[in-house]
């Protein structure tokens, strides 16, 4: 068993992963619709999604990253840790190392998006020894999708969990 698989275990199975993913699947493609239109009708309700960042490098996330932690420092957290960005060689995902706080990107691919990253993020602040996508990881996201994005794209991604059943703490 891998150092990871070992932490994960001790966190608990993680039964949303897949309905977390589905559900961030689909708001990334409204999200990249609403650029032709920002209006979607969800639920009964209209919503105005704003454009989505996209980032050409790892040093461009890593200023994006620097501007979000500061942001939300002075907004919800308090004092915020820095989080490094760096490269990651030969995968396709995003993906959050919590023993050295590092969100590792992969170099000119599409997971370097707004969206990708304050899941990254997500993961940053999320300090429950529950599951890696559990609830606790789920309203985090949300707080920060809020914080950053604005309260439409928050409200339609609770939206979008609650259709694919996830839990939100």
């Known amino acids: 068993m891998t150092r990871s698989q070992g932490e994960a275990a001790l966190r608990g199975r ?6 977390v993913y589905r559900a961030e699947r689909i708001f990334g493609q409204m999200l990249e619709q609403a650029l032709q239109n920002p209006q979607v009708v969800v639920s009964g309700s209209t919503l105005t999604l704003p454009p989505e960042a ?7 996330v890593q200023g994006y990253v620097d501007q979000v932690l ?6 919800w ?33 599409w997971t370097i998006r707004e969206s990708v990253i304050l899941h990254e993020l997500a993961h940053h602040f999320e300090y429950s020894d529950g599951p890696a996508h559990g609830p606790y990881f789920v309203r985090m996201l ?28």
């Open 14 to 19: 993680d039964t949303q992963r897949e309905k």
């Open 54 to 60: 996209k980032f050409s490098s790892p040093e461009a």
């Open 70 to 75: 500061k942001h939300v420092s002075t907004d």
């Open 77 to 109: 957290l308090g004092d915020c840790e820095r989080v490094l960005v760096r490269k990651r060689k030969g995968a396709r995902r995003a993906h959050y190392q919590p023993a050295d706080q590092t969100i590792l990107v992969p170099d000119g691919h």
């Open 142 to 169: 949300l707080t920060l999708v809020d914080s950053v994005m604005g309260p439409e794209a928050e409200q339609l991604l609770g939206i979008l969990f609650e259709d694919e059943g996830v839990k939100v703490r």
